[in-house]
């Protein structure tokens, strides 16, 4: 266990994380495995593990890297993966996922990680942590594989919402650049609406509205519009930041993730074909190697809710112990970066500057 006494012993408390050690289709067995590999890389970081303690004690005792940097709280509950959000609300009090965002509302730790059900994460998490002020609709982020010199663009909403109108969007433009300028250290990101063509008259209404809002924001916000950009921009370099609703953001996101399974499918049965492609792919073994690393979702794992009074990770709900090491991995560099408090400022003032773009959008269209 981790006390303040040896906190304080030590000088440096490290950055906690909370951690709902139930959730996932893998069990705790992965999640502990997961958080050891970080401890193992990073002596800085310190766990809060939520979930059944008698089988979560039994799991750190075996692992010599969280020797003295795990607390274990006891929840009787788990959320499953079936489990609907509205059900989750009437009884999820004594769940691990309930508890662990209890820690971040406390103060206790500064980010919260789970593989739980995401809709039940962010039902709880809006209740629990709330929105911040002048956030409609909270997203979801994620970090996916791009040709640009950071390697990766942020992508948001992917699934938080599927509904989201031209204010929406607009906040989600400011969110995603602060998470940019956090997460990859962009000082001045690129931001692009996805939309069914780069033509300013292709996609709907609140597209064209939110072309408008965006547009008329990124100066004094401090980032680059670069406009309309299609589906095959999400892994591009024309921008850093993607901005759609959920519905088209979380079928991008499935659709990506299916295709990278499949081409990794279809590489392993080609260089199994005849004995010449076998020794073809020793002779390429490490380039192979470099390539299904770059494009293994599990090294990447970890959506971040963006627009709460906290920040929540949510890692993929089959993560294994990688794949848990890379969400938690991405929980201490936001914690490090205080990357709340950023977002918590950028919103107090994008909503003022998105309430005189909405204004002025309005003007415009009544205008024309």
Known sequence: MT?????????????????????????????????????????????????????????????????????????????????KPSQVMRRGKGTSMWSALESVREGEATVAVSCGNTGALMALSMVRLRK????????????????????????????????????????????????????????????GLLNVGTEEHKGRSELHDAHRMIGQTCDDAEFDFVGFVEGGDIPGNKADVIVTDGFTGNVALKTGEGTASLIRDLLREAFAYSPLSRIASLLAFTSLKRLSKRTDPRRVNGGVFLGLNGTVVKSHGAADATGVSAAVKLAF????????????????????????????????????
């Open 3 to 83: 006390s303040e006494q040896d906190q304080r012993a030590t000088g440096d408390a490290g950055v906690v994380l909370s951690i709902d050690a139930m959730g996932g289709d893998q069990g705790p067995a992965a999640v502990v495995a997961g958080i050891a590999l970080s401890a193992q890389k990073n002596p800085r970081v310190r766990f809060i593990l939520h979930g059944d303690k008698p089988v979560l004690e039994k799991l750190v005792a075996k692992t010599r890297e969280l020797e003295g940097r795990c607390e274990i709280r006891h929840a009787e509950d788990v959320v499953s993966m079936d489990d």
């Open 333 to 368: 560099r936001l914690a490090e970066s205080g990357f709340t408090d950023r977002l918590k400022a950028r919103v107090a003032s994008a909503a003022e500057l998105a309430e005189d773009a909405a204004t002025s959008a309005g003007t415009d269209g009544t205008d024309t």
């Open 132 to 191: 911040l002020p002048g956030v409609n609709r909270p997203a979801i982020a994620i970090l996916w594989p791009s040709r640009n010199a950071q390697g990766f663009n942020v992508m948001l909403d992917v699934g938080a919402d599927i509904r989201a109108d031209a204010k929406d969007l607009l906040q989600y433009a400011l969110m995603g650049v602060s998470y940019a300028r956090n997460g990859l250290a962009l000082a001045r990101p690129r931001v």
